[in-house]
């Protein structure tokens, strides 16, 4: 028996990213810039209270507190931005073996009829290419 959600093959974090990505397709634009807007709300917040511990606790200025706060979140922007651009070959490689193993298994299991009738399908697609391109 097949299960639609197998949570103990599928892993919480890839789920998470699913529903994750689910909710950005299906959200209204309003209100995904209501969430922009309370989140960088949050993250000025943030900043404003380090800029305070920055000023009070260290006795630095207000420009020099700003300063540090820019190139800090900077900083972690570029080191999350890098983490993310690494990850991205190996993703798409794991949906590329993952692709191909699919497309194995689904010739393996198709009959006879389908599978000539797949190869004629490519035949003639590659035709009317070929036409195409040499009229």
């Known amino acids: 028996m097949i299960k639609l959600f197998d ?42 209270g380090c800029e305070s ?11 020099h507190a700003q300063l540090i706060v820019f190139y800090s979140t900077l900083l972690f922007g570029l080191m999350l931005l890098m983490a993310v651009v690494r990850r991205i070959p190996e993703l798409c490689r794991l949906a590329w073996q993952r692709c191909c193993e699919q497309c194995r298994n689904s010739w393996r299991q198709a009959n006879v009829w389908r599978k000539v009738e797949l190869v004629l399908l490519q035949m003639a697609g590659m035709l009317t290419m070929l036409l195409l391109v040499l009229n």
């Open 7 to 48: 949570l103990s093959r599928l892993g919480w974090q890839r789920l998470s990213a699913w529903v994750l990505t689910v909710i950005l397709l299906l959200m209204p634009f309003e209100l995904m810039h209501a969430v922009a807007v309370i989140a960088h709300t949050f993250y000025e917040i943030l900043a404003l």
């Open 53 to 63: 511990v920055l000023m009070h606790g260290l006795g630095l200025s207000k420009f």
